[in-house]
Nanobody, 119 residues
Framework: VQLQASGGGSVQAGGSLRLSCATS??????MGWYRQAPGKEREFVAF???????DYVNSVKGRFTISSDNVKNVMYLQMNNLKPEDTAVYYC????????????????WGRGTLVTVSS
């Protein structure tokens, strides 16, 4: 199973980006996003379960929205009001079981996409 994140880029603070994660046509019980900033450990960002429930790390609540298209098997992360501290490589992850992605990434982990936010 391959996960491929895309949609990263460079924006100024206050801008928006939408990340996508294609799942090679497979569906999962839970999917989510992690990020890793330079010199920092990877950090949970958001998850969405197959029933639609979502959760976010506190620092992005109210600014980021995770969603999924179950027909296309694509997951999205809409990022608004971006801040310089959001600069990181963003990775998508997924698991066929309803594991808690806040604790650890899922079984599948894709190549990341770089988001750079300038002040």
């Amino acid at each position: 199973v391959q996960l491929q994140a895309s949609g990263g880029g460079s924006v100024q603070a206050g801008g928006s980006l939408r990340l996508s994660c294609a799942t090679s046509g497979r569906s999962f019980a839970i999917m989510g996003w992690y990020r890793q900033a330079p010199g920092k450990e990877r950090e949970f960002v958001a998850f969405i379960v197959s029933g639609g429930r979502t959760d976010y790390v506190n620092s992005v609540k109210g600014r980021f929205t995770i969603s999924s298209d179950n027909v296309k098997n694509v997951m999205y992360l809409q990022m608004n009001n971006l801040k310089p501290e959001d600069t990181a490589v963003y990775y998508c992850t997924a698991d066929p079981l309803a594991v808690d992605l806040r604790v650890a990434p899922g079984r599948y982990w894709g190549r990341g996409t770089l988001v750079t936010v300038s002040s």
